[in-house]
């Protein structure tokens, strides 16, 4: 009987040199003792935020959420210039510390911010669009060797004052680079000079500036020049993005211009809740999620809101109402009577449930906001154009969510409009059209309108034997 592990498979007795022991290994006096080779996983975690690579350490880190959303990228590396792992180690854990410490400190400045991320990069993508189209439009026009000469001598000393201010965490030169883009994306000029936002404005411009000297000296092209500029900013590369977008006021006069009056109404109601969520701001600049979050506003809106303005009566002037205003005055409403449902011990589980659906304020229904949502889409397609809101495109690149996509948020939606225990903190009332009964239709059809009155002009009353009076107001 023959084992495996004889001396003819270790490869003593055959000769076999392929199976003995390597000097380099340290190996033992058989070598069938000879330790296998370790090789080192590619994976292998060689410490907190350590990797390495050629046999030097870097330290890797991702940046927070919060200032990613600013326009931080996806992960920090650092090279720790050593090949020791004891000195990596030393170093990452002191660059860390400093890291966190600065990190809150951001943190605390965005969290600051007197307006949201969406509209500041909406802003830097107006102030990049701005200047860019203005270096085409000086490339392409004839200018004389001393206006060139005054030109960058301007741009050199705009460069050193933005230097100057941003060593010395001056931002009160963020005005003069981003006012007319604050103007168009709806930003107060008082926001300008906050160190969230004015740190952000300030660095724009000074890549701006650079780009600017760059086409003036070199006479290079600004949209291959300034490419990953414009890729930061969310800009093609290309002339038909640095036309002046269409602000949401004008795509909505632009959209009513060639629909019927039935979808004008529709268009203007849910253009009058956009320019309540949005303003009136470039519709280029609306990203996916602001979209998104402006039908979640529209979905939680009062199912009569609007129509309070008490122009209803003759010679009444009647008043201007914020869609904003009604829902925040329903939100308090409902979750005042919440808590006081839901605070009473007394009350069974159903009994709860009852009440709550009696008292809430009915907000709109699932099926209206799939109408809202294609009525904005239209507005949208007025602005961007047919490619934008095609029905063949991939889901990342929407503008405005998908059918299927405003589906799956309405299932996450309604859960969060419950309670812990299963009851509803929202409802909505749609109209329940139910056919008619055979005990109404019996009613119907004897009434006077059919049997004929008593009287011409009283056409309630009963006929009677000796007087029929029959009065057709239209052929049925």
């Not at 390597?22 to 590619?42: I, N, Y």
């Not at 006081?340 to 011990?345: P, V």
């Given at each position: 009987?023959?084992?495996?592990?004889?001396?003819?498979?270790?490869?003593?007795?055959?000769?076999?040199?392929?199976?003995?022991?390597?000097?380099?290994?340290?190996?033992?006096?058989?070598?069938?003792?000879?330790?296998?080779?370790?090789?080192?996983?590619?994976?292998?975690?060689?410490?907190?935020?350590?990797?390495?690579?050629?046999?030097?350490?870097?330290?890797?880190?991702?940046?927070?959420?919060?200032?990613?959303?600013?326009?931080?990228?996806?992960?920090?590396?650092?090279?720790?210039?050593?090949?020791?792992?004891?000195?990596?180690?030393?170093?990452?854990?002191?660059?860390?510390?400093?890291?966190?410490?600065?990190?809150?400190?951001?943190?605390?400045?965005?969290?600051?911010?007197?307006?949201?991320?969406?509209?500041?990069?909406?802003?830097?993508?107006?102030?990049?669009?701005?200047?860019?189209?203005?270096?085409?439009?000086?490339?392409?026009?004839?200018?004389?060797?001393?206006?060139?000469?005054?030109?960058?001598?301007?741009?050199?000393?705009?460069?050193?004052?933005?230097?100057?201010a941003q060593r010395a965490r001056d931002w009160s030169l963020s005005p003069?680079?981003?006012?007319?883009?604050?103007?168009?994306?709806?930003?107060?000029?008082?926001?300008?000079?906050?160190?969230?936002?004015?740190?952000?404005?300030?660095?724009?411009?000074?890549?701006?500036?650079?780009?600017?000297?760059?086409?003036?000296?070199?006479?290079?092209?600004?949209?291959?020049?300034?490419?990953?500029?414009?890729?930061?900013?969310?800009?093609?590369?290309?002339?038909?993005?640095?036309?002046?977008?269409?602000?949401?006021?004008?795509?909505?006069?632009?959209?009513?211009?060639?629909?019927?009056?039935?979808?004008?109404?529709?268009?203007?109601?849910?253009?009058?809740?956009?320019?309540?969520?949005?303003?009136?701001?470039?519709?280029?600049?609306?990203?996916?999620?602001?979209?998104?979050?402006?039908?979640?506003?529209?979905?939680?809106?009062?199912?009569?809101?609007?129509?309070?303005?008490?122009?209803?009566?003759?010679?009444?002037?009647?008043?201007?109402?914020?869609?904003?205003?009604?829902?925040?005055?329903?939100?308090?409403?409902?979750?005042?009577?919440?808590?006081?449902?839901?605070?009473?011990?007394?009350?069974?589980?159903?009994?709860?449930?009852?009440?709550?659906?009696?008292?809430?304020?009915?907000?709109?229904?699932?099926?209206?906001?799939?109408?809202?949502?294609?009525?904005?889409?239209?507005?949208?397609?007025?602005?961007?154009?047919?490619?934008?809101?095609?029905?063949?495109?991939?889901?990342?690149?929407?503008?405005?969510?998908?059918?299927?996509?405003?589906?799956?948020?309405?299932?996450?939606?309604?859960?969060?409009?419950?309670?812990?225990?299963?009851?509803?903190?929202?409802?909505?009332?749609?109209?329940?059209?139910?056919?008619?009964?055979?005990?109404?239709?019996?009613?119907?059809?004897?009434?006077?309108?059919?049997?004929?009155?008593?009287?011409?002009?009283?056409?309630?009353?009963?006929?009677?034997?000796?007087?029929?009076?029959?009065?057709?107001?239209?052929?049925?």
């Amino acid at each position: 009987m023959k084992y495996k592990k004889d001396s003819l498979s270790i490869g003593l007795a055959t000769g076999n040199p392929g199976n003995l022991p390597s000097a380099r290994r340290r190996a033992s006096q058989t070598g069938s003792h000879a330790a296998a080779r370790r090789r080192r996983e590619p994976g292998r975690r060689w410490g907190l935020h350590l990797t390495r690579r050629n046999g030097v350490f870097y330290f890797r880190r991702r940046w927070p959420q919060g200032l990613r959303h600013f326009g931080a990228p996806e992960f920090l590396s650092l090279s720790l210039q050593t090949h020791v792992l004891a000195d990596a180690v030393k170093r990452s854990g002191d660059l860390l510390t400093a890291l966190e410490s600065r990190e809150r400190d951001m943190m605390m400045n965005l969290a600051e911010a007197p307006i949201d991320g969406w509209r500041v990069g909406a802003l830097l993508r107006e102030m990049v669009r701005s200047a860019v189209a203005e270096m085409m439009a000086r490339l392409e026009a004839p200018v004389t060797a001393q206006d060139s000469a005054r030109r960058v001598q301007k741009i050199a000393e705009k460069r050193a004052a933005v230097q100057t201010a941003q060593r010395a965490r001056d931002w009160s030169l963020s005005p003069e680079f981003a006012g007319a883009a604050a103007t168009m994306t709806g930003v107060p000029s008082e926001a300008l000079v906050t160190p969230a936002i004015g740190r952000e404005i300030l660095s724009t411009a000074r890549r701006l500036l650079d780009l600017a000297r760059d086409v003036k000296e070199e006479c290079s092209d600004p949209l291959h020049a300034g490419r990953a500029l414009l890729d930061d900013v969310g800009l093609a590369p290309s002339r038909s993005a640095l036309k002046s977008p269409l602000l949401l006021s004008e795509a909505i006069e632009k959209a009513c211009t060639a629909a019927t009056p039935d979808v004008e109404t529709k268009l203007r109601t849910v253009g009058c809740l956009a320019r309540a969520f949005f303003g009136d701001v470039p519709v280029a600049t609306l990203p996916y999620d602001q979209i998104v979050e402006f039908l979640h506003f529209v979905w939680n809106m009062p199912k009569g809101w609007g129509k309070s303005h008490g122009r209803n009566r003759f010679e009444q002037i009647g008043r201007v109402l914020d869609p904003r205003d009604e829902q925040r005055v329903a939100d308090q409403q409902d979750a005042a009577l919440v808590k006081d449902i839901l605070g009473n011990n007394r009350f069974s589980i159903p009994e709860k449930r009852r009440r709550l659906v009696e008292g809430l304020t009915p907000r709109l229904t699932d099926n209206y906001l799939f109408v809202q949502r294609d009525m904005f889409n239209r507005i949208v397609r007025a602005a961007l154009g047919a490619a934008a809101t095609a029905r063949d495109l991939e889901d990342e690149d929407r503008v405005v969510p998908s059918h299927k996509q405003l589906r799956a948020k309405l299932v996450e939606w309604h859960k969060q409009a419950r309670t812990p225990c299963g009851l509803p903190t929202r409802v909505s009332r749609p109209k329940r059209r139910r056919s008619w009964s055979l005990e109404h239709l019996v009613e119907l059809l004897l009434s006077p309108i059919y049997t004929g009155t008593s009287s011409d002009a009283q056409r309630w009353r009963k006929a009677t034997a000796s007087k029929r009076v029959l009065r057709r107001d239209a052929i049925y």
